[in-house]
């Protein structure tokens, strides 16, 4: 069973500037959510998407926005880069858009430094 | 909104010393329950689940109690390793709005065993 993967794994970009984080879900879900992870923090949710559409949403502004793919793997596409979008960006996947009860997997996540 | 409270850290014991990291929730609903461990570097791993009242979650000699009473969460280890050394998430699940659901992390507790 191959487990959640993101890439890339670390990336520098300048204020201003737009970035593009992917992520492939375990074998077997169909949901995806993002979340970021400021230093010193716990990740805060970004959005969550099944059947390519997002399901939910977070504090986050519209520049942070995303897709989903038939396969199920996903993007996280971050506009006019600030300063403070820096942090681990981490992609999870679930199997089932239900009740709340299932849980989610992580994957590694992409450190993105804004400079 | 929901929310997550954990003891802050770093809690920093000797090896095998008992461990108790302390989580509190605050949430309307029954929502299910769920510690994930982070090593330097790394993703988060989920480490267990509780998903009703009582339930006892368990995994690599940890254990935490759904506790709806106390509205708490403690996670729990007789016997600390060096490689236990890690930060900590409690979190809850809830539903969104359009279906699926979503995790609400504490800020996370730094554990150091050392020997």
């Known amino acids: 069973e191959t487990g959640v993967t993101q890439s890339p794994t670390h990336l520098i970009k300048t204020r201003g500037q737009q970035v593009t984080l992917r992520c492939s879900s375990q074998?077997?879900?169909?949901?995806v959510s993002w979340y970021q992870q400021a230093l010193g923090q716990g990740p805060q949710f970004i959005f969550q998407?099944?059947?390519?559409?997002?399901?939910g949403r977070g504090n986050f502004p519209p520049r942070f926005s995303g897709l989903q793919f038939p396969n199920y793997s996903s993007e996280l596409n971050v506009n006019a880069l600030e300063l403070d979008d820096s942090a681990l960006y981490l992609c999870a996947s679930s199997s089932a858009r239900t009740s709340g009860r299932y849980e989610q997997y992580f994957g590694p996540g992409t450190r993105l430094t804004v400079t | 909104g929901n929310s997550v409270t954990q003891m802050e850290g770093p809690v920093t014991l000797s090896e095998e010393a008992f461990l108790t990291i302390n989580c509190t929730y605050t949430?309307?609903?029954?929502?299910?329950l769920f510690w994930y461990v982070q090593y330097p570097g790394e993703g988060l791993q989920l480490l267990l689940k509780a998903t009703k009242a009582d339930d006892k979650g368990s995994n690599k000699g940890f254990e935490a109690t759904y506790r709806k009473e106390t509205t708490s969460f403690h996670l729990e280890k007789g016997s600390v390793q060096v490689s236990d050394s890690a930060v900590y998430f409690c979190?809850?699940?809830?539903?969104?709005?359009?279906?699926?659901?979503?995790?609400?992390f504490g800020t996370g507790t730094q554990l150091k065993v050392e020997l």
């Open positions: 074998s077997g879900h169909n949901t």
């Open positions: 998407y099944y059947r390519e559409e997002e399901n």
């Open positions: 979190a809850l699940s809830e539903v969104l709005t359009g279906g699926g659901n979503k995790l609400t």
């Open positions: 949430a309307t609903g029954y929502p299910s």
